[in-house]
């Protein structure tokens, strides 16, 4: 069983930067775990913003693309999304996801383990 929490959401003007973490907890293993950054608006699906496949590979969406980038830390059981350039179409709740590697290719209903998610909201 995995356990993620998000953190650092919050509220910024457009063209400001936050950046989030994910941790991951109750897994030894964090380095089997390819994991990714969703979002959900109101009133839209869940979508994928950037997922990390089993070589290690990054697919961003391309509305975040060279805007937004992901690191992960084994070391720590991190996952962060850095968000530079935001915009208010960027506004969602924020959720990190993993799995283990073999079982995702990057689609949201493959992915088992979820945090709770974190609100960012982006003012024009």
């Known amino acids: 069983q995995v356990q993620l929490v998000e953190s650092g959401g919050g509220s910024v003007q457009a063209g400001g930067s936050l950046r989030l973490t994910c941790v991951a907890t109750?897994?030894?293993?964090?380095?089997?775990?390819?994991m990714g950054w969703f979002r959900q608006a109101p009133g839209k699906e869940r979508e994928g913003v950037v997922v990390i496949a089993s070589d290690g590979s990054t697919s961003y969406a391309d509305s975040v693309k060279g805007r937004f980038t992901i690191s992960q830390d084994n070391g720590k059981n991190t996952l962060d999304l850095q968000m530079n350039s935001l915009k208010p179409e960027d506004t969602a709740m924020y959720y990190c996801a993993a799995d283990l590697c073999g079982r995702v290719h990057g689609r949201v209903s493959e992915y088992r383990y979820w945090g709770q998610g974190t609100q960012v909201t982006v003012s024009s």
């Open positions: 109750r897994y030894v293993f964090f380095s089997r775990l390819c």
